[in-house]
Nanobody
Framework: QVQLVESGGGLVQAGASLRLSCAAS????????MGWFRQAPGKERDFVAR????????FYADSVKGRFTISRDNAKNTVYLQMNSLKPEDTAVYYC???????????????WGQGTQVTVSS
């Protein structure tokens, strides 16, 4: 089992920045890919970004490319999502996920955190 705990969400104005953290514990070696997803009210959960524990294979959704940066700290078993130039449409619950071959689909990830709320006001 892998336990994931997100933090760093909050209420900010448009144009501001936030950094989300995802601390992983347990059998972290059983997962190779860490991803971030988000779910806005009344909408499906969408892929945001992913990274391998080796730091490679970064991939972003078009909607966040150039504004969000995913990174990891292996020593801390933590993955980050730096979010800049936030827009009201970025408002959502952000989830961290872990999987072996995780791509952009939810079913490719085995473990999920509880989510952290990000609200961007206009």
């Amino acid at each position: 089992q892998v336990q994931l705990v997100e933090s760093g969400g909050g209420l900010v104005q448009a144009g501001a920045s936030l950094r989300l953290s995802c601390a992983a514990s347990g059998r972290t070696f059983s997962s190779n890919v860490m991803g971030w997803f988000r779910q806005a009210p009344g909408k499906e959960r969408d892929f945001v970004a992913r990274i391998t524990w080796s730091g490679g294979n970064l991939f972003y959704a078009d909607s966040v490319k150039g504004r969000f940066t995913i990174s990891r700290d292996n020593a801390k078993n933590t993955v980050y999502l730096q979010m800049n130039s936030l827009k009201p449409e970025d408002t959502a619950v952000y989830y961290c996920a872990a999987g072996m071959i995780g791509g952009t689909k939810e079913y490719e990830y085995y473990y999920w955190g509880q989510g952290t709320q990000v609200t961007v006001s206009s």
